[in-house]
Structures are given as C-alpha cells and as structure tokens.
C-alpha cells in the first residue's frame, strides 16, 4: 500500500494516478508501488528512490521547459474571467493578439471556437474555446459494416474505397441515414498478419490496403486470406506508381512540401519497407525521426518516399468519392467513421511522436468475471503531460484526420477520457491514469462543430462515475447495447423506450455475437472450441443463454426469433441513432471479431454474403429499411 504523504504518495497523486478503484465487479482495488513506480517512469518521471521521488516531484510542479504549462476552457463566443494578476498576453489561432494587466483577474475576449494562446509570468496556457454544447442530431438510423469484407468469395480479394462508395451508394438510395465502417487508419503493409484495425500504425493517415486497384486477382475462398491478398494489392499499388506519368510524378514532391507531416510519414514508410513494419527493431540510427541519418535515408530513397505520398493521396482521393457519393444520394450523415483507443507502440505515430506516447505500458482493462487478470491490448496510451505540453495537437491531429470524410465519428472506449487503465510491461499490475477530460471533451467539440459532425462515444464496461453526465452536457452521445441494458439474475432488460435519448442505440457491436449467433450460443461454442470453456460447462452456458433470450424476447416482443421484429423495436427506441448491422439484415450467424483471440477465431476476415453493389437491392436489407423509418410519428 502506499502512504499518500509519502514523497511516493504525493507524487502519484499530483501526476494523477488513482491509488485505489473499483473494478467492475464493484471490488475496491490498491495501485501497488511496483506498479506505482512503473506508471511514473512511464511518464518521465523517475520515482525508484524517495529522492527521485521528490526531484520528480519538484520537476513536474515546474512544469515543462517548452510549451503548454496549462489548459483552460472557455465557451466560444462569450467573454470570459479568469485569475491572475500582472501583465498577459493573449495570442489568437488567427494570429491577433490582446494584451491587458490583470488586477486579481484576467478579462477575456469572446474567442472563436478554437485554440489560443495566453501567455503571463513567462508561462504558457492553452486557452480552448469551444461550444458549450454540440446540437442534437436529428433522429436517424443507419447500418454498420465491415469494409473488408465488402467482397464476395466469387469476388475475391477484400473490401476496397470504391466498394464502400458502392455500398454508400446503395444503402443511401434505400433509406439509411450513415454507413459506419471499423477503423481506416494506417497499417502495416509489410506486414499481412498484421490486420486488426484496433491497433494501427497511425491513426493520422489513411490505410493504403483499401486502396482500389485494377487488376488484383485476389484469393476466392469464404475467409479472406490475408498471406495472399494483402501482398497482391501492395504489388498492383506499387506497379500503379511506377506508371505514373512524369507530371503527377513531379507534384508529388511539391504535395510532401506543403505537408512535412505526411512526408514524415512517408519516410517511416518507406524505412519499415526496408528494415521491417516495427521501428524499434531498425537500426539505432534511424529510430529518432530528427536525425540527419532518417534524413539521408529520406534522400537516398526518394522513390520509396514518393510512393508512400501517393499511395496516401490515393486513399484519400477514393474516400473523397465516398463522400461524394453520400452526399449524391442526400445521405444525412455519410460515413460514420471509428477512432480507435490508442496506436501500436511499434508504429509510425509513436516514431513521429515519441515523446506524446508513454513507454513501457500498454492501454488495458482492470480484472472482471471474463478476465481475472485483467487485460493489456499491446497498445500505447497518450502521456496526459506531455500532450498537455504540446497543446493537444496530437489529439487534435487525430480528430481532424477522421472528420475530413465523415459526420458521425465514434470514439473507441471514451472511457479513457477520463480515466485510462495503464499495465506496465512486466508482472506489475495495472492502475488507473486521470485524463485531462474537460480538454478532451471541448477539443472533440470544436473539432465537431468545425467539421459539421456529431461524436458517439463508446461508454461501455466499467464508466466512471460522472463521465456520462459531462457527455450529455459536451452534446456527445453514448451507446447503448441491447444485449449489455439488463440488471439482475435472471436478467431483465431495459425497454429499448428507456434508453437515454442522447445515445446511439445497436442490438451489439463488431466484438459481439450477432443476432442469430447469439440466439444460437455460437460465441459459447467457439469459447469452448479454443478451450476458454470447460466443455461440461458449455450445456449450462448454453442454458443460461437461452434463459437471456427468453426475458429478451419479453421485452423486445421478438418472439419469433426474426430480425425484423428488433429492428422494429430498435426503430422505435428513444434512442437518437440507431444502427443496424448488416450481419443482422442478412441473416449472418458468425461474427467479425472474437476478442481475446488472434489466431484462434478468424478475426476480421468474414466476408458478407452480398456484393457492395448489391447492398442496396438485396431483399433483406429493403425490408429492414422500410422498417427504419424514424421520423415517422
């Protein structure tokens, strides 16, 4: 246990480590030392000795040589107050500055929605200007899908940009509102195991493996096949660039100008195709992204370069045309796109941006009943003081590369907005950070607002006591799972009537049995299959399933067993959003993604039984729109 008026004890609270929570099970849990000391180190802030304690200590009062010491919100548009005293100086986004002398108080302008600077006593504070609140979206209901299984087994190959803009297209014509699709950030191309689109390369770039290319002959079977597919698209891609004609070759060295962020990225690229997909394997030399070795690399492999710069303006070039293609049909909303939790520590957002990353923990999850030891997802969580001290910008960065295509944006376990569970590398438990979650809050509403959009924040598992209430103020919708709104042995569900009505509201999700499969117990039967239930415990999983099923159907009148009869009662939920899965409109019995396992379950490599281009005929999916009609009385 550790002594809070320790020199230990005060440094992890003032650098905001929780030293007891509650896990989901309502069990109250201590932050050991051990894992204490591996939180702080993680942070940059060394805690092995009391002595390094309280240098530490001292350092992180301080505050950081360079940039942000602080942050403030503010509502856009209004004058604002805050403490102080002595001369300020106050630095608009559009570069205007005020200055005053504070007599006990500073006296704000309004300030646009945006970020400013207000500088007094040599220290700088990050002033976000944002709406009180985001306006409620209209009633609407849309369906989700995986882009990669877009393609057919007689297709071959897997889901590309322009078979979304197809399947956007369709679904639009038929009556849906969005069309939401797993994470599209950047991944790894060496690397065809590595396809989860959970933990990417950077979640500020475009995944290139969605890139349409004539001529791919991809593999013909009923699970995509990765090992085969993924190398035949890089090949197309690669010989697609070599036959560029000399002018769009020449713009591609101006495009990389104008944005030394993407030629950043473009670098790293083009280093992980030489020297493998992880940088901290590379050679010493070429790890750190300033260094005159990454720039002669950069140099002496041109070429490489300039096909990362293209590849990336292909991908966006295509979600342009899905875009178009939402708004050619007067889709309400497009795409609704997934931020995912945090990045790979290995991939090129860490290697760009190391020192916004914490080293040596993984984001993760306390212990519950389907994991006593809680769990570590092998990837990197944001170091709260250092984005603090950059202002945000990666965050901001971060929002910004998603809202460009899209009008609904989910943000992947929002729970780290205010709290994120870090596992250190080792046998050290893992212990709850605190978020700096007002800023993060009112920079996803200025983001938001800027871009025309609304955001849906995935609140589910263990919610920290008021996260919800701050969304419902932000505007910023939660979830709710059909599946998850029960209380008590046996169950009872919620009325889908109840559900709070600033939510988008789903049967379940990409992680969770669909409607068919779960009826069945098919996820029982593949945890027993890989030996994560005791087969003489699967009839009685099995049991207790059914029993779930039964008080569902009670309250959702889904008797018979039909989709239609929950999409019928989804429609009518008090829910603001609804989307539908296309699993569940056709009938689909095997879910994308068994969590917990890699190889074991055949994650994201399900095909849907329909063609993008046939989406928006097929009969099931017609009948389900007509069904879906939410703004009727």
Same mark, same amino acid.
């Given at each position: 246990?550790?002594?809070?008026?320790?020199?230990?004890?005060?440094?992890?609270?003032?650098?905001?480590?929780?030293?007891?929570?509650?896990?989901?099970?309502? $069990?109250?849990?201590?932050?050991?030392?051990?894992?204490?000391?591996?939180?702080?180190?993680?942070?940059?802030?060394?805690?092995?000795?009391?002595?390094?304690?309280?240098?530490?200590?001292?350092?992180?009062?301080?505050?950081?040589?360079?940039?942000?010491?602080?942050?403030?919100?503010?509502?856009?548009?209004?004058?604002?107050?805050?403490?102080?005293?002595?001369?300020?100086?106050?630095?608009?986004?559009?570069?205007?500055?005020?200055?005053?002398?504070?007599?006990?108080?500073?006296?704000?302008?309004?300030? $646009?929605?945006?970020?400013?600077?207000?500088?007094?006593?040599?220290?700088?504070?990050?002033?976000?200007?944002?709406?009180?609140?985001?306006?409620?979206?209209?009633?609407?209901?849309?369906?989700?899908?995986?882009?990669?299984?877009?393609?057919?087994?007689?297709?071959?190959?897997?889901?590309?940009?322009?078979?979304?803009?197809?399947?956007?297209?369709?679904?639009?014509?038929?009556?849906?509102?969005?069309?939401?699709?797993?994470?599209?950030?950047?991944?790894?191309?060496?690397?065809?195991?590595?396809?989860?689109?959970?933990?990417?390369?950077?979640?500020?770039?475009?995944?290139?493996?969605?890139?349409?290319?004539?001529?791919?002959?991809?593999?013909?079977?009923?699970?995509?096949?990765?090992?085969?597919?993924?190398?035949?698209?890089?090949?197309?891609?690669?010989?697609?660039?070599?036959?560029?004609?000399?002018?769009?070759?020449?713009?591609?060295?101006?495009?990389?100008?104008?944005?030394?962020?993407?030629?950043?990225?473009?670098?790293?690229?083009?280093?992980?195709?030489?020297?493998?997909?992880?940088?901290?394997?590379?050679?010493?030399?070429?790890?750190?992204?300033?260094?005159?070795?990454?720039?002669?690399?950069?140099?002496?492999?041109?070429?490489?370069?300039?096909?990362?710069?293209?590849?990336?303006?292909?991908?966006?070039?295509?979600?342009?045309?899905?875009?178009?293609?939402?708004?050619?049909?007067?889709?309400?909303?497009?795409?609704?796109?997934?931020?995912?939790?945090?990045?790979?520590?290995?991939?090129?957002?860490?290697?760009?941006?190391?020192?916004?990353?914490?080293?040596?923990?993984?984001?993760?999850?306390?212990?519950?009943?389907?994991?006593?030891?809680?769990?570590?997802?092998?990837?990197?969580?944001?170091?709260?003081?250092?984005?603090?001290?950059?202002?945000?910008?990666?965050?901001?960065?971060?929002?910004?590369?998603?809202?460009?295509?899209?009008?609904?944006?989910?943000?992947?376990?929002?729970?780290?907005?205010?709290?994120?569970?870090?596992?250190?590398?080792?046998?050290?438990?893992?212990?709850?950070?605190?978020?700096?979650?007002?800023?993060?809050?009112?920079?996803?509403?200025?983001?938001?607002?800027?871009?025309?959009?609304?955001?849906?924040?995935?609140?589910?598992?263990?919610?920290?006591?008021?996260?919800?209430?701050?969304?419902?103020?932000?505007?910023?919708?939660?979830?709710?799972?059909?599946?998850?709104?029960?209380?008590?042995?046996?169950?009872?569900?919620?009325?889908?009537?109840?559900?709070?009505?600033?939510?988008?509201?789903?049967?379940?999700?990409?992680?969770?049995?669909?409607?068919?499969?779960?009826?069945?117990?098919?996820?029982?039967?593949?945890?027993?299959?890989?030996?994560?239930?005791?087969?003489?415990?699967?009839?009685?999983?099995?049991?207790?399933?059914?029993?779930?099923?039964?008080?569902?159907?009670?309250?959702?009148?889904?008797?018979?067993?039909?989709?239609?009869?929950?999409?019928?009662?989804?429609?009518?939920?008090?829910?603001?959003?609804?989307?539908?899965?296309?699993?569940?409109?056709?009938?689909?019995?095997?879910?994308?993604?068994?969590?917990?396992?890699?190889?074991?379950?055949?994650?994201?490599?399900?095909?849907?039984?329909?063609?993008?281009?046939?989406?928006?005929?097929?009969?099931?999916?017609?009948?389900?729109?007509?069904?879906?009609?939410?703004?009727?009385?």
């Amino acid at each position: 246990m550790i002594d809070a008026g320790s020199a230990l004890g005060e440094l992890v609270n003032a650098a905001g480590i929780l030293l007891r929570f509650k896990d989901v099970t309502q $069990q109250e849990r201590l932050t050991t030392p051990q894992s204490a000391r591996a939180l702080l180190a993680a942070m940059g802030l060394p805690a092995e000795t009391d002595v390094d304690a309280v240098n530490s200590l001292a350092a992180l009062r301080r505050g950081p040589n360079d940039g942000y010491a602080g942050w403030i919100v503010v509502q856009s548009g209004v004058a604002s107050t805050l403490d102080g005293a002595g001369p300020w100086v106050l630095w608009t986004e559009d570069g205007e500055e005020t200055r005053g002398t504070g007599q006990g108080h500073i006296a704000l302008p309004p300030l $646009q929605n945006g970020y400013h600077t207000l500088e007094q006593d040599g220290r700088r504070t990050l002033v976000i200007a944002a709406p009180r609140t985001l306006t409620t979206p209209p009633k609407s209901w849309g369906v989700t899908l995986a882009l990669y299984g877009l393609r057919t087994a007689q297709e071959g190959g897997f889901g590309s940009y322009m078979d979304l803009a197809q399947a956007v297209e369709g679904l639009g014509q038929a009556g849906a509102d969005f069309v939401g699709i797993n994470p599209i950030h950047a991944g790894f191309p060496t690397d065809p195991k590595a396809f989860s689109p959970y933990s990417p390369s950077s979640r500020q770039r475009l995944s290139i493996a969605h890139i349409a290319v004539p001529g791919v002959s991809g593999s013909q079977s009923d699970l995509i096949d990765y090992m085969a597919d993924r190398p035949a698209q890089m090949a197309a891609l690669r010989a697609a660039f070599a036959a560029l004609d000399p002018q769009t070759r020449a713009g591609l060295d101006s495009t990389a100008a104008r944005d030394p962020s993407l030629h950043l990225f473009a670098v790293h690229q083009a280093i992980a195709d030489r020297h493998g997909p992880l940088w901290p394997e590379w050679p010493t030399e070429l790890q750190d992204p300033a260094s005159e070795h990454v720039a002669m690399f950069a140099q002496e492999h041109a070429e490489a370069v300039a096909f990362h710069v293209w590849a990336q303006n292909m991908a966006a070039q295509q979600l342009d045309t899905v875009r178009e293609a939402a708004a050619g049909v007067e889709m309400r909303f497009g795409l609704y796109l997934d931020l995912a939790v945090g990045t790979h520590p290995g991939g090129a957002e860490t290697w760009a941006q190391p020192d916004a990353f914490a080293r040596g923990v993984s984001l993760g999850a306390p212990p519950d009943a389907f994991s006593p030891g809680g769990q570590s997802w092998g990837i990197a969580p944001f170091n709260p003081r250092a984005l603090i001290a950059q202002g945000f910008a990666p965050f901001i960065e971060t929002l910004r590369a998603q809202f460009r295509y899209a009008k609904l944006l989910r943000i992947d376990h929002v729970l780290g907005f205010d709290r994120a569970f870090w596992v250190p590398e080792g046998d050290a438990p893992g212990a709850y950070v605190t978020m700096p979650k007002a800023a993060l809050l009112a920079i996803a509403r200025v983001e938001a607002a800027r871009a025309g959009g609304w955001v849906v924040g995935e609140d589910l598992g263990n919610v920290p006591d008021g996260l919800r209430e701050d969304m419902e103020d932000a505007g910023i919708l939660g979830c709710r799972v059909a599946m998850f709104e029960r209380n008590g042995t046996p169950p009872v569900y919620s009325a889908p009537a109840t559900y709070d009505p600033l939510t988008l509201a789903s049967f379940a999700s990409h992680d969770l049995p669909t409607w068919k499969g779960w009826r069945a117990g098919r996820d029982l039967e593949w945890w027993a299959q890989i030996g994560h239930l005791p087969e003489d415990q699967l009839p009685i999983a099995k049991a207790e399933r059914a029993a779930e099923v039964a008080a569902f159907d009670a309250i959702y009148g889904t008797t018979d067993g039909s989709a239609d009869s929950l999409h019928r009662a989804l429609a009518l939920s008090s829910a603001t959003l609804v989307a539908i899965q296309a699993e569940d409109m056709l009938g689909v019995t095997e879910q994308p993604n068994l969590p917990g396992t890699i190889d074991a379950h055949p994650n994201w490599r399900r095909r849907l039984p329909v063609s993008a281009a046939a989406l928006g005929q097929n009969p099931d999916v017609l009948r389900t729109c007509a069904l879906m009609r939410r703004d009727s009385p």
